[in-house]
C-alpha cells in the first residue's frame, strides 16, 4: 500500500463509526479489520510487538475523536506511533523458571541473560531471589504455589533463571515456547560438539517430570505459568555451558531461534529442522525407537538439503558430507554411512523392516552431523559470496549453494 494508506484506512473507519452512529468496532467490520491488519504490519517487527496494544490503542484513538468533524490528515500515522509508545511503556522486566529436565549441573553458570543454578531447593530459592533481586517472601510463596498446583517437584532439576524484558502479554504466551527451545538448543549444542557419550548416559530421575515454566516479576500481576503438552527431556550433563566459546554458542543460537523478531521462508525451514532434530532424538533417547528416529531425522535433513529434488538418497550422501565433519570419520565413510542408513529408512517405508539397536553408532553419528549442519545457518558467511545479489532472498541463496555443491561433486 501506498505510504499514506494507513492514514486513509483510519479515516475510512473513523467515517464508518460515525455513518453507523457505532461506538466501538470489532473484527466482524471490515473497514477495522483493514486498519488492524495494516497496523500489524506496521510495527509486527518492533522487539516488543503485542497484538493487545495494537487493538487497544486503535480502540482509545477512534472512541477520542468519535465526536469529532473531521481527523488530522495524518491520524493513522498518529496511531502508529503511539503503539509503538506504549510498547515501550509496557515493557517489563520478567524472569523464567525452566526446570531442565533431567539434567546434571556440577555448578552455577551465569552468562548474558541465562543463570543456570543448582543446589538443593532452599539454595535454588536463594539464588532466584539474589539474581531477580524481587522481594523474597513473594517468591516463596509463588514457589510454594507452583509445587502444589503444577509439579510437586518443580525445584529438584537444574533450573535456568533467563531474563525477559518484554511486554506482559507475549511474555505469558511465548514463555512455553522459549522453554522448549532452549532444550532444543541444549540437544543441539551437545550432539554438535560430539560430546562424550559417558556424559550423556540416560539419568534416572527420582522425581516427577515437569511440564511447566514459571514466570516471575515485580509486581504481583507478573506472575504466572506456561505450560508444554509434550514432555521434553535433556537427559545431560549441562557443563559444557561453562566454557566461554559454547556460551556465545548458545546465545547466538538462542537469538537466532528464540528471540529473532525477523523470520523468513529460511528461517522457518532451519526452524523446523531444529524441531524435527529433537523429535528425532526424544524417539531414540526416550523409547530406544531408532526407526522412528531416523525417519525424523531424514525428514529434517532432506528439508534442508534435498527440497523438491530427485535422488534424495544420492544428493544426501553427497553433499551432507562435504557440509559437516564428524571426528575420525573421513568423507568417504560418511557417504556411506548415509547411503546405507537410507536404504534401511527406505526398506522400513516401502517393506515395514525395523531398524535395530545394532545401528547405535551409525544413528549417533547421523545425529551429530544434523546438528551440525543445522547450526550453519549462523553462519551466512559459509553460504553466501559477493556474487550473491542483494535483493535475493535468503532461502533462493542457500538452495543455490547446496546444489552447487552437488554439481560440483558429481562433474568435477
Known sequence: MAKNSINQLYENAWQFMKKENRIELNLDDQVYINLISELFEKVKDNSFFCEDIIFQCTDIFLNDDLGKNNVDKNRGEN???????TFELNKKVHYL???INGAQLSSDIHFDSFDFICGNEEEKEKKIQQITGFDKQKIHEFLEHTKITRSKDFMIPPILVLKIDNVPSKVCRSASFIAQRIFQIIKLMVYKLETNRNIIEFINDNYNANYHVAIIGEENWQFGHGYWRNLIQCKY???FLSELKNQKEFVDLANTFVFESHKDELYYKFSNALVLFEKALEQYENYKDITLSMMLLFSSAESLLVDRDNEKKIRLSVIWPRLVSIADQN???????????YEKRNYFVHNGNLIYEKENDEIRIL???LAKLISLYLLPDVWKDDECAIEEKDITIWKKYVRNIFTEAIYN
Open 79 to 85: 496511531l502508529i506511533q503511539s503503539i509503538i509508545k
Open 97 to 99: 523458571l525452566i526446570p
Open 237 to 239: 550433563s549441562l557443563d
Open 331 to 341: 568423507q568417504k565413510d560418511l557417504c556411506i554411512l548415509i547411503k546405507d542408513s
Open 367 to 369: 545425529h551429530q552431523m
